[in-house]
């Protein structure tokens, strides 16, 4: 017998979409980094205008043994770490 389901959302913060807009108008590469489900974190990169088609998301584990050098150049074109 089901007894209930819930659901929460965590809206953005007021005005998050208009600073990734002044970012990207500017030149700044915008990456989100998140410790949210791989899903969740999609959904916010379209919700904020960070989302890239066939862009990559990548899991810290991934990173995992290398240098914050090699990280930061890898990260470069990703939209989401999570």
Same mark, same amino acid.
């Given at each position: 017998?089901? @007894?209930?389901? /819930?659901?929460?959302?965590?809206?953005?913060?007021?005005?998050?979409?208009?600073? #990734? !807009?002044?970012?990207?108008?500017?030149? =700044?590469?915008? /990456?989100?980094?998140?410790?949210?489900? #791989?899903?969740?974190?999609?959904? =916010?990169?379209?919700?904020?205008? /960070?989302? @890239?088609?066939?862009? @990559?998301?990548?899991?810290? +584990? !991934?990173?995992?043994?290398? +240098?914050?050098?090699?990280? !930061? /150049? @890898? !990260?470069?074109?990703?939209?989401?770490?999570?």
């Amino acid at each position: 017998m089901l @007894i209930g389901i /819930t659901g929460i959302e965590d809206p953005l913060r007021e005005g998050v979409q208009e600073a #990734v !807009a002044k970012c990207k108008n500017t030149g =700044i590469h915008v /990456t989100m980094c998140t410790g949210d489900d #791989v899903l969740t974190a999609w959904l =916010i990169t379209q919700q904020c205008n /960070t989302y @890239i088609p066939g862009g @990559i998301i990548k899991a810290p +584990h !991934a990173l995992a043994g290398y +240098h914050e050098s090699y990280c !930061a /150049t @890898i !990260a470069g074109p990703c939209p989401i770490l999570t």
